[in-house]
C-alpha cells in the first residue's frame, strides 16, 4: 500500500481490511485492522525569557 506522506500534525488514524469468501485456504474469512501512526510534531519555539 502506498502511503504519501505530508508534514500535516493529525491524530493517528486506523481503517478495518475485511477479507471475506476466501477460497482453497483457511480460515475463510480474516479481518485486520492498520493503523496510521502520527510521524509529525509540533515544533517548540522558545521565546527570549521563557524555556
Ligand atoms: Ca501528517
Known amino acids: ?3 504519501i506522506g505530508d508534514t500535516l500534525i493529525e491524530a493517528d488514524e486506523a481503517f478495518e481490511v475485511r477479507l471475506t ?3 482453497n485456504a483457511s480460515p475463510t474469512a480474516l479481518t485486520g485492522i492498520a ?3 502520527n510521524d509529525d510534531n509540533a515544533a517548540i519555539i522558545f521565546a527570549n525569557g521563557f524555556e
Open 1 to 3: 500500500m502506498q502511503v
Open 21 to 23: 469468501a476466501v477460497q
Open 35 to 37: 493503523v496510521i501512526l
